[in-house]
C-alpha cells in the first residue's frame, strides 16, 4: 500500500507527464516555413525560370549567340543533333536555389521541385551563365549516341565545338557545359564597352540608387555615374569597372541586409540614395540615424508595408521597383 506522500508523488510525476505530451514549442512559436527563408525573386528572367522556361538566351552575351550559330550550322552538317539544357542564368534564380540547398530542412518540396543534390553553387555575377558566356547541351551523332555527357566529351565534339569558337572547361565532371573560347568572366568595362554585360552594370547603377539609362552602352553618362559609385564606396574613382568595383557594386545591388537605426556602411547609403530616388530627402552619410527611421516609415507607409522603420526584404524591393 502507498503512502500519503508517495501517492502525491506519483500523481504529481504523472500530471507532469501528461503536459509535456501535451505541449510543444510550435504552441508558443510558430517554425520557420521555407518562405519565411527564400528572398523573393523579382527578376522577370528569374521568374520565368522558376515557372519552368529553362533555357533563355536574353542576357547572354552576342558573341556566344554567334559561337553556337556557328555550332549549330556544324552539328548540322554532320548529321547530328543538339538538345539544349540551359543558357543564361539570372543571378537571383541561382541564389533561390543556393537558398533552398541552405535551408534544405524547411525546403524540402523545393528540393524535390528542382531535383537540387546536396550542393548548389553560390550566385555569382561573375559565373559563366549568369556572365552570359556559356550554355549546356547535349549532341548526338546521326545513330542517337550522345557525344557528351555529364562525365565525358568526344574528340569529335570537342573539335566541333573548337571550330565554332566553343570549348568544354570541364570534360570529365560538367561535359554538357560549353563556354565561350578566349572569354574570361573579368572583363573590364570602360567608355566604349557595349552589349549585354554594360546593361547588367548600368541596371546594378540603378539598383544602387542612381539613374542611368541601360541601353548597353558605357558612354560618358554611365562613366560619370560609375565615378561617382566609386568615390562613394572607397574605390578608385577612375570610371573603369575591373574586379573590385564589378564585385562591390554586385553585392550592393542585391543586398537585402536588414537596416535599422544604429546601421551604418555602404548598405545604408544605398538605402539613402534609393530614399532620395523615390522623391524624399535623405542624405547618403552611411548612417542610420532617426532622420533615416523617420524616412523610411514615411516611405513604407506610401507603400502599404509595416511602417517600423525596419527595411527588410519586403522595403528593399520596394525601394528597387
Known amino acids: 500500500m502507498l503512502s500519503k506522500k508517495t501517492g502525491m508523488i506519483t500523481l504529481s510525476l504523472s500530471l507532469a507527464l501528461s503536459a509535456s505530451l501535451l505541449w510543444s514549442p510550435a504552441q508558443t512559436a510558430s517554425a520557420a516555413t521555407c518562405s519565411d527563408v527564400l528572398t523573393p525573386m523579382t527578376d522577370p528572367l ?26 549549330v550550322s556544324l552539328i548540322k552538317a554532320k548529321g547530328w ?35 537540387l543534390g546536396t550542393l548548389v553553387a553560390a550566385p555569382s555575377y561573375t559565373a559563366p551563365h549568369t556572365a552570359g558566356i556559356a550554355f549546356d547541351a547535349t549532341v548526338k551523332d546521326a ?44 572583363t573590364v568595362l570602360k567608355v566604349g564597352s557595349t552589349g549585354p554585360q554594360v546593361v547588367t552594370l548600368q541596371t546594378n547603377l540603378n539598383r544602387v540608387g542612381y539613374t542611368v539609362s541601360a541601353d548597353g552602352v558605357f558612354g560618358t553618362g554611365t562613366e560619370a555615374i560609375v565615378k561617382q559609385f566609386q568615390a562613394a564606396h572607397g574605390l578608385t574613382a577612375d570610371g573603369i569597372v575591373g574586379s573590385a568595383t564589378a564585385s562591390k557594386l554586385s553585392a550592393l545591388a542585391s543586398t537585402t541586409t536588414v537596416l ?26 552611411g548612417v542610420f540615424g532617426s532622420g533615416t527611421e523617420s524616412t523610411v516609415k514615411r516611405f513604407q507607409a506610401a507603400n502599404s508595408l509595416t511602417a517600423d522603420g525596419i527595411v527588410g526584404s519586403a522595403t528593399w524591393s520596394k525601394l528597387r521597383s
Open 260 to 285: 535599422r537605426v544604429g546601421s551604418s556602411g555602404d548598405e545604408v547609403k544605398v538605402l539613402q540614395r534609393l530614399l532620395t530616388k523615390k522623391g524624399y530627402s535623405a542624405t547618403a552619410d
Open 143 to 186: 545513330s542517337g549516341r550522345a557525344l557528351n555527357s555529364m562525365t565525358s566529351v568526344s574528340s569529335a565534339l570537342s573539335d566541333l565545338a573548337k571550330q565554332a569558337g566553343l570549348y568544354f572547361p570541364h570534360p570529365t565532371s560538367d561535359g554538357v557545359h560549353h563556354q565561350l573560347s578566349g572569354d574570361t568572366t573579368s
Open 81 to 115: 543533333t543538339i538538345t539544349y539544357n540551359s543558357a543564361y542564368r539570372p543571378y537571383q534564380y541561382q541564389k533561390h536555389l543556393y537558398e533552398i540547398v541552405q535551408n534544405k530542412s524547411v525546403c524540402q518540396a523545393e528540393m524535390t521541385k528542382h531535383g
Open 46 to 71: 528569374a521568374l520565368k525560370m522558376e515557372n519552368g522556361q529553362t533555357v533563355i538566351w536574353e542576357g547572354v552575351k552576342p558573341e556566344l549567340i554567334a559561337a553556337r550559330d556557328r555550332y
